[in-house]
């Protein structure tokens, strides 16, 4: 498991706003809740009516020989709520300004009496991304078209119909298209049509409920046509999406491509010209490596350096959604998406001859490619260093040299320099998360109390945390005991001491003392947990033991190790009157040991909890097997210290 990368993510985010400092960003991204679409589970309770319902969605593509293509839409919602009036009275339209056109051909309201009430144009507004005085943007060229619907009322439909017309293709002479849809809610109608040439060599495929109804070829154009309906829709129980495979939801997908081999060739085509070193980055290339030798550690320092000195940015506008931009303008600008990342990064491991290619990978929740090659699948590139057999993704920022981001190790990879290969990224090594947490209180008669705690923590935790603590200001780091535990509405003084956070390594020691005014109920009854920031708690571990969600899924997972050590001194006129029992437990590869100790007044206890989930996708069976174990263990972390 059962690690959750993006549920410690939260909770140190959440420990850090409590501190009074502010997440980065990307750390705030990635704790936001998984892809919350519904998986197309069998289920045999009917779903709750939603407050507003999909009446139609149509989608047509008309395909041109060179791959530009059309792209019409109409959907019609219906209000069946209140709550979702003012939902349903607004929607947008964001596309490509640079290579695509928008035209609303409907926008209007149609009341539940039959009368239509078309959008006016005071109720639109379009928001563009622009150079200075009408120049060409640097990186994002979003345009996004909003509309107000007007007189929206329960009963009432909205409905939108609109045309992009693309000005070139994404790859020459090919198009592909992959999209699913909601299994768990209401469905009056989907349609999806691709009217394309007949000459363009294709392949397609249908999964679920979505059915081909239509095959046709007239002249020179070939036509397909899907249909799909959900008007029983049955509730949806799964949570955790964290692993998505396109076959349990209904959908379909289309591609002209033979084999992902040829998205490869396609792509770096036009990209892998890109990654020739100019004279500036040869030059650049030198500084960086300057007194090294070793090609591993001169791999090293370039990959530091692109990694903390190339902001990113994107979206990709233009061609640059698969052509990646020059060296100049990314040196200059010190910005780039993905694969200026790793565009630059190759040009640099050229420059000093270290050999390297890129690879495409999916950075979302998908750990199997489709059968079917769709672009869409391959959404993220990375690189390949093949005489040191080692991936690099200089676009996530802090992940040390040698590993990928969880969002993306351990899956499928696309390598350019071998197109055809079915290679995998390797997976994050779970044994390297870890972490050793000492607690030392001492209560007062009052409940105020002195504490110390330390930390040593490593793995994607520390990578975490480090990522977090680098974007601490020194005002922040003073304070960082009195915000804390201010959030928490106590009042307390002490003092913070962290290692250098950045370094891009997977360690990080911290320590804090402080002193609490009435922290401690008295008399009362605590759970064992350390009062300060706990990048991977044991309790996290199998804090989901009672969820019966989650367990007859694929998830994503990991594992790791995590002890807790505590010495509460409590005052000589309280009395202990209850500790937790000691519990041993081991089940597999997943161990739990626990012991507390009470001498006089004072409790020293010993968590330990050891996982050893190689990852990086857990069965359902073994995510039940998980939940037994879980089970055993919850109810001893939960149990209480009681004293009057």
């Known amino acids: 498991m059962q690690l959750a990368t993006l549920r410690l993510c939260a909770a140190i985010c959440l420990a850090l706003a409590a501190a009074g400092a502010t997440a980065p960003a990307s750390a705030q991204a990635a704790a936001k809740p998984a892809d919350a ?164 060599a294709a392949q397609h495929r249908a999964w679920g409920a979505m059915k081909l109804v239509r095959d046709e070829t007239r002249g020179d154009r070939r036509l397909l046509e899907w249909r799909y309906q959900n008007l029983k829709p049955v509730k949806n129980k799964r949570r955790d999406y964290s692993v998505r495979r396109v076959e349990q939801f209904p959908g379909f997908a289309y591609s002209s491509f033979a084999s992902y081999g040829d998205i490869v060739r396609a792509y770096g085509q036009r990209a892998l010209p890109k990654a020739v070193p100019t004279e500036r980055v040869r030059k650049l290339a030198d500084e960086i490596a300057a007194g090294k030798t070793d090609q591993r550690d001169i791999a090293r320092a370039l990959y530091e350096w692109v990694s903390t000195n190339i902001h990113y940015g994107g979206n990709c506008i233009g061609l640059g959604a698969v052509v990646p931009r020059d060296q100049e303008f990314v040196l200059d600008n010190r ?36 059968d079917l090659p769709v672009v869409s699948s391959v959404n993220h590139v990375i690189n390949y260093l093949p005489g040191m057999d080692l991936y690099l993704d200089a676009t996530a920022k802090g992940i040390p040299f040698g590993y990928l981001p969880p969002s993306v190790a351990g899956k499928p990879v ?64 003073r304070d960082m005991v009195k915000n804390y535990f201010q959030g928490q509405g106590l009042v307390a003084q002490g003092r913070f001491r962290q290692d250098d956070p ?24 605590i759970p064992l947990a350390s009062p300060f920031m706990n990048p991977m708690p044991v309790i996290g571990f199998v804090s989901d033991a009672n969820d019966e969600v989650g367990t007859e899924v694929e998830t994503a997972c990991t594992g790791g190790r995590s002890e807790e050590v505590y010495r509460i001194e409590f005052p000589a006129e309280m009395k202990v ?68």
């Not at 200026?340 to 890129?358: F, N």
């Not at 995998?424 to 209560?443: E, Y």
């Not at 950045?502 to 009854?525: C, H, S, T, W």
Request: hydrophobic residues 35%; negative net charge; contains cysteine.
């Open 37 to 200: 679409s519904p998986a197309a589970d069998a289920q045999d309770e009917a779903a709750p009516e939603q407050p507003l319902r999909t009446e139609r969605r149509y989608i047509d593509y008309t395909v041109q020989p060179d791959g530009r293509y059309t792209e019409q839409r109409e959907v019609a919602y219906k209000v069946l709520d209140p709550r979702a009036i003012e939902y349903a009275k607004r929607e947008s339209i964001s596309y490509s300004a640079s290579i695509q056109e928008l035209k609303v051909l409907e926008a209007y309201t149609l009341k539940s009496d039959g009368r239509r009430i078309a959008v006016p144009e005071s109720n639109y507004q379009v928001e563009t991304n622009d150079g200075r005085e009408g120049g060409q943007p640097a990186f994002s060229d979003v345009a996004t078209t909003s509309l107000v619907f007007p007189d929206v009322a329960v009963g009432d439909t909205v409905v939108l119909s609109y045309r992009l017309t693309g000005k070139q293709p994404l790859f020459d002479g090919h198009f592909s298209e992959l999209d699913s849809f909601d299994a768990h809610s209401y469905q009056g109608d989907v349609r999806v049509r691709i009217d394309a040439p007949a000459a363009m």
């Open 335 to 370: 910005i780039g998406d993905c694969k200026d990342h790793a565009t630059l990064l190759q040009a640099l491991l050229a420059a000093k001859g270290v050999e390297a290619t890129q690879a495409l990978v999916n950075a979302g929740s998908v750990y199997e490619l489709p």
């Open 414 to 477: 696309l390598r350019l320099d071998r197109p055809e290969l079915k290679a995998q990224a390797p997976v994050f090594p779970g044994d390297r998360n870890r972490q050793r947490i000492t607690t030392h209180l001492t209560v007062a008669a009052d409940g105020s109390v002195k504490g110390k705690v330390a930390v040593d923590v490593s793995g994607i935790p520390a990578i975490t945390m480090r990522a977090l603590l680098r974007e601490m200001t020194e005002e922040h780091s």
């Open 502 to 525: 950045k370094p891009l390594i997977d360690r990080q020691n911290y320590d804090v003392e402080f002193e609490v005014a009435q922290m401690l109920p008295v008399p009362g009854a």
């Open 577 to 644: 009157i209850a500790v937790p029992s000691d519990l041993a437990v081991e089940s597999g590869g997943l161990r739990y040991s626990a012991r507390y100790q009470l001498k006089g007044n004072v409790l020293e206890a010993n968590r330990v909890i050891e996982d050893a989930t190689p990852g990086p996708t857990c069965t359902p069976e073994y995510n039940r097997a998980f939940r037994d174990f879980a089970k055993k263990v919850l109810p001893n972390l939960k149990a209480q210290v009681v004293y009057q």
